[in-house]
């Protein structure tokens, strides 16, 4: 996702306003977020903008507006109706559109939402705003940036299933994370050993492995989607 920002007008002192012209990627980004019926009404780029708190809507707080609301606490409930969520944090609730919370758990949004506050952290610059000559949307003081920090993008778990696979052992350890490496006749993987019984019969010496020797197993494979590509757990729960 990527954005360009135009710099027009003069400078306010102590300040930094801009009019944004975002790429055309950019808001088919935001469109993908919104492939629903109860986003309709903001699938244009004016609706969009005024999610994301760029420009005003009477009646809608947009992305910018809930980071600033939410102060960086933590919410604690998120009651979804029809077509909006109401968000309750430290005995306050504050009623927002679904698609703002679609934005609001979308990390690349925020991480778009930090960047772009980037020149508050540069000295002399005490306030971002963002709209319009006639009306500004939203004003964002330097204090305020910490707020806007992106959380860390969590891990999808995309697979989560039981496979009976053969290995052949490359090495094994006795440590505490109990991974041995293993290859299954394709590629090398390292799995934790979960069978407890197989533990205590190899602690006590009464399984001996010889080269060749291969072992049955019952896997749970966890396959997960990362910031930094996909992933795969390995864990043997039953050796056969």
Not at 208 to 215: P, Q, S, T, Y
């Amino acid at each position: 996702m990527t954005s360009q920002v135009n710099v027009k007008g003069s400078f306010k002192s102590g300040s930094f306003g801009i009019d944004f012209v975002l790429s055309t990627d950019f808001l088919t980004r935001v469109q993908d977020l919104f492939a629903s019926d109860t986003a309709s009404a903001i699938t244009n780029a004016t609706g969009i903008l005024a999610a994301l708190g760029f420009a005003a809507n009477q009646g809608c707080r947009g992305l910018l507006h809930v980071i600033q609301w939410l102060r960086g606490r933590t919410i604690q409930q998120i009651e979804t109706k029809s077509n909006t969520a109401i968000v309750h944090v430290d005995g306050e609730q504050l009623e927002i559109q679904l698609p703002i919370l679609t934005l609001f758990r979308d990390v690349a949004v925020r991480e778009a939402a930090q960047r772009m506050l980037e020149p508050l952290s540069r000295q002399g610059v005490e306030k971002f705003y963002v709209g319009t000559d006639n009306l500004i949307s939203a004003t964002i003081t330097a204090q305020q940036a910490q707020w806007f920090v992106a959380p860390q993008a969590q891990d999808k778990l995309l697979v989560d299933e039981i496979r009976k696979i053969i290995f052949s052992i490359i090495s094994l350890t006795f440590k505490e994370d109990n991974k041995w490496r293993l290859h299954d006749g394709m590629s090398t993987i390292n799995a934790i050993i979960s069978d407890v019984d197989f533990q205590h019969k190899v602690d006590r010496n009464q399984i001996n492995f010889a080269k060749g020797d291969i072992l049955v197993c019952d896997v749970r494979v966890r396959q997960w989607q990362s910031a930094q590509g996909a992933k795969t757990d390995y864990e043997v729960i039953r050796v056969l």
